[in-house]
């Protein structure tokens, strides 16, 4: 069973930039047909996508985030990262990574989140 | 950019009763629109996919409709542990998109 794990700084100062790393465990993160998403959830708040990887390497982008984020995949260590530039304190929130299937746009299997927080 | 809204933002049922969630898109979606259950301090949990096929292992008391713009989340039986915020989610790829609803939190009565 296919498990994520995000990992990375629990805090970034503003103007910096947000690095995280999700980790998967339980099979390749090259093989099969699937999509690698970053979600957040700044608290009592809803959910927002981030963007998403394919196995390919190709990637999209929320329109709203597209100009300050960059989503990149390390095959040989099973990770895909994050990285969000130009932080502020609305960026403060919990990321979650997730997978979906290729045709199949709902996620499964999501990693336990971890929280960012950007403050001086 | 499709967006999603969700209704009621918020309610309080008894054990045993019929809950009733909606979910409109602001264009037809098709059936591409799953619901997640997530509770305090966790990654939701995917409980309907494509409007209305039930994810395996989710009870049946859990159901979906709905095609186009609008949509509806049933729990024909709300249980205590149910207790959650209930969230709808559409997919396109034309352009590609993911957009989550503001989120329904049920509470018990």
């Known amino acids: 069973q296919v498990q994520l794990q995000e990992s990375g700084p629990g805090l970034v100062k503003p103007s910096q930039t947000l690095s995280l790393t999700c980790t998967v465990s339980g099979g390749s993160i090259s093989s099969g047909s699937y999509y690698w998403s970053w979600i957040r959830q700044p608290a009592g708040k809803g959910l927002e996508w981030i963007g998403r990887?394919?196995?390919?390497?190709?990637?999209n982008y929320n329109p709203s985030l597209k100009s300050r984020v960059t989503i990149s995949v390390d095959t040989s260590k099973n990770q895909f990262s994050l990285k969000l530039s130009s932080v502020t304190a609305a960026d403060t929130a919990v990321y979650y990574c997730?997978?979906?299937?290729?045709?199949?746009?709902?996620?499964?299997?999501w990693g336990q989140g971890t929280l960012v927080t950007v403050s001086s | 950019d499709i967006q999603m809204t969700q209704s009621p933002s918020s309610l309080s049922a008894s054990v045993g009763d019929r809950v009733t969630i909606t979910c409109q898109a602001s264009q037809d979606i098709s059936n591409y629109l799953n619901w997640y259950q997530q509770k305090p301090g966790k990654a939701p949990k995917l409980l309907i996919y494509d409007a209305s096929n039930l994810e395996t292992g989710v009870p049946s008391r859990f159901s979906g409709s709905g095609s186009g713009t609008d949509f509806t989340f049933t729990i024909s039986s709300l249980q205590p542990e149910d207790i959650a915020t209930y969230y709808c989610?559409?997919?396109?790829?034309?352009?590609?998109?993911?957009?989550f609803g503001p989120g329904t939190k049920v509470d018990i009565k």
């Open positions: 997730a997978r979906n299937g290729y045709s199949s746009g709902w996620y499964v299997h």
């Open positions: 989610q559409q997919y396109d790829n034309l352009p590609p998109e993911v957009t």
């Open positions: 990887i394919y196995t390919s390497g190709s990637t």
